[in-house]
């Protein structure tokens, strides 16, 4: 089957298809005979590795969380396809049609464990200030001993495995190896789709390569201190969350979640919160990042990386569609850029990520049809809704929901309940290299040399579509100074504007004023090799609340003022905030959009921008004497332009 065969099955098959017996309601509980720990021991003994501190580690914490049984993954097709199997017969994994999604499975969380949990991630430098204002800091002895006592038999009754991850192509320069250690087949499935896993990892750790040590446990041993059993349930979690970074030995802990970023330990815990750490003291950057290749109707070829917060536009930006000719998006990472000077001076970039963990909601064949193809088949799904004939929906998939839908929590769904058949957070996890404009190098172990770097955010009001740094200096205060409205990516309030410098505030390993200082630095490193600094915003809205700016394939206009601005060819205007298309310079040809639109789209409230003013005053303060006077220069010439602005 292709996936074109796929995609458009997807609006047009009849909601009542051919009878799916897997999509009826699963049972809450797991029976206890369905808890037998299927053998998928091709790699589990002896010991996959004769890694001699690997294997130690290993026992040590085996010693602590008290597994059944260890299983040391090979990261084979056979060990994927053994624990799917498991997980299906227990009730975790639904099957989806394999008509309609080809090796796919469908995962309903609790509803208690449904995105990243911030008030519950920590930072553990030795000392306060290095983590900073914005992290949540515990002294690591006192989180040490918390945590032998949260993990203290937390694995009893389940399986331990332990999962070899490289970050970035195994043995390339920038690239990092770490293991996690997890008693979730679920993880370990995400893992395998979301890192290279598997036996040549081991072979780099026997090597002497450096690994990050990370831990994982959902919290709900089978065996309780007395040495009573209890059944297993469909989603287990706990209620108690920690997602603990110790930066400094390169340590993860993370405990009580089963979900996305909170047990893919090698993504936001590793190649973000650790990652960022180690750029910082080896003079590189971990950013939580787009990459693109982008070609223009000239044949130029420039390279982008673009931070946005979560849930707010990456995956979109990454898997762009021209809508105008001559110009072509490639893939090459949606969510995480490691970026290093190379020999020749310019900044480099790799995505160390393996696949894509991807919201759902709003993903349709309008807006991001490539993801919609990339995701044909081989994909897990997490919380989406489930139609009748076995395949998935989620809201934005398709105009009108199909009848009969199963919703995330696994419950008969209608319209009239008003509620979103899937969670606003429900993800798709799957290879990268199923997207069908990944670029062909996107593994290149140098990675690719970068030409603009771009900063946004959710915004309904005050940020123009797009503007561009007048220096590096400007570009780091545009990134510092990012706010954006929250999103259902983390628990908490959705749509409330909050400061999210860098797109990095639930990432970043250190103290946030200090990754200013070192993005400063790394400028006056690369000096005229560094990137041109550009801000943009999809979202700001008009009257009544609508997008001003149709988005997502149209966002190649803006890319291709910022190819013009890199080209010398577009010209700009000045304002208080940064410089600004002029006017005629954004290619509209082939849109309608009103000019009142467009004006609005460009506007800047004198008013609104000098609250803005204060406001970041304000936020900076919080940071004392570490935030770079460089910024605060920027900041005094940005008020001094408003205030004699006419
Ligand atoms: P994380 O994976 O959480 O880091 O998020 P992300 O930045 O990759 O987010 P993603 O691209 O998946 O965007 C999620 C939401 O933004 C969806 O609801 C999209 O519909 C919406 N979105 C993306 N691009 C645009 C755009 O150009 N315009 C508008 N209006 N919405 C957009
Ligand atoms: C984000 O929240 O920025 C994500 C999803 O990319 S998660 O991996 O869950 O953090
Ligand atoms: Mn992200």
Not at 71 to 100: F, H, I, Y
Not at 191 to 198: C, H, Q
Not at 450 to 463: L, M, P, Q, S
């Amino acid at each position: 089957m292709n996936s074109t065969d796929v995609t458009h099955s997807t609006s047009d098959r009849n909601a009542t298809g051919p009878d799916w017996p897997e999509a009826s309601v699963p049972a809450a509980r797991v029976s206890p005979a369905s808890r037998s720990h299927t053998d998928i021991s091709c790699a589990s003994v002896p010991a996959a590795t004769i890694d001699p501190g690997l294997v130690a580690w290993v026992a040590g914490i085996a010693a602590l969380t008290k597994p059944d049984h260890i299983v040391w993954c090979d990261g084979s097709r056979r060990e994927a396809d053994g624990l799917t199997k498991q997980l299906v017969a227990a009730g975790k994994l639904v099957r989806l049609n394999p008509q309609w999604r080809p090796n796919s499975y469908l995962a309903r969380t609790d509803p208690r464990d449904v995105a990243r949990v911030e008030e519950s991630t920590f930072i553990c430098s030795p000392r306060e200030e290095d983590a900073g204002p914005t992290n949540n800091w515990r002294d690591p002895r006192d989180m040490r001993t918390e945590l032998r006592g949260v993990f203290d038999g937390s694995m009893k009754g389940r399986t331990m495995y332990v999962v070899p991850f490289s970050m970035g192509p195994l043995g390339g320069g920038i690239s990092q190896l770490g293991v996690q250690l997890t008693d979730s087949p679920y993880a370990v499935l995400s893992m395998g789709i979301m890192t290279r896993t598997g036996e040549r990892v081991y072979r780099l750790i026997e090597a002497g390569e450096p690994w990050m040590r990370t831990v994982h446990s959902v919290g709900y041993p089978l065996v309780d201190g007395l040495g009573r059993s209890r059944d297993d349930v469909v989603w287990p979690c706990n209620d108690t969350k920690y997602i603990v970074q110790f930066p400094d030995s390169r340590e993860v802990w993370s405990y009580g979640s089963g979900y996305g970023g909170n047990a893919i330990l090698a993504k936001k815990c590793c190649a973000l919160r650790i990652a960022s750490v180690m750029a910082r003291d080896e003079g590189w950057l971990a950013e939580h990042m787009l990459l693109i290749r982008l070609t223009s109707p000239a044949g130029a070829v420039y390279h982008i990386a673009a931070a946005f917060p979560s849930a707010c536009g990456k995956t979109n930006l990454a898997m762009l569609r021209s809508t105008i000719r001559g110009w072509r998006v490639e893939t090459i990472g949606d969510d995480i850029a490691w970026m290093r000077p190379g020999s020749d001076g310019r900044l480099y970039a790799i995505n160390p990520e393996a696949g894509f963990f991807g919201v759902a909601p709003g993903t349709g064949e309008a807006s991001n049809p490539t993801a919609i193809e990339t995701i044909w088949g081989n994909t897990i799904f997490t919380n989406v809704a489930l139609r009748p004939d076995g395949d998935v929906w989620w809201e934005g998939l398709t105009d009108t929901p199909p009848a009969g839908l199963i919703d995330w929590e696994g419950k008969p769904w209608s319209e009239a309940s008003g509620r979103p058949a899937a969670h606003p957070n429900s993800r798709f996890t799957v290879a990268a290299s199923q997207c069908p404009q990944i670029a062909d190098d996107w593994e290149k172990h140098d990675g690719v040399p970068i030409d603009a770097i771009i900063f946004g955010g959710r915004r309904a009001t005050n940020v123009p579509l797009v503007t561009a740094a007048t220096s590096w200096q400007h570009g780091v205060f545009l990134g510092a100074t990012v706010s954006s409205e929250t999103t259902a990516a983390a628990d908490g309030t959705v749509g409330e504007l909050r400061r999210d410098p860098f797109a990095m505030l639930p990432f970043c390993g250190y103290n946030m004023a200090d990754h200013w200082g070192h993005w400063l630095k790394m400028g006056e490193l690369l000096g005229e090799r560094a990137p041109q600094i550009f801000r943009v915003n999809w979202f700001r809205t008009g009257v009544g609340g609508s997008f001003l700016w149709p988005g997502y394939g149209e966002n190649v206009r803006v890319l291709a003022w910022i190819v013009d601005r890199l080209e010398g060819k577009a010209t700009a205007v000045e304002s208080p905030i940064g410089l600004i298309p002029a006017p005629g310079e954004l290619t509209l040809d082939g849109l309608e959009i009103p000019d009142a639109a467009l004006r609005e789209l460009f506007h800047i409230d004198r008013g609104s921008w000098l609250a803005e003013c204060d406001l970041t005053e304000t936020f900076f303060t919080r940071f004392g004497d570490r935030v770079p006077g460089a910024l605060y220069h920027e900041l005094a010439r940005m008020r001094a332009a408003l205030t004699t602005m006419r």
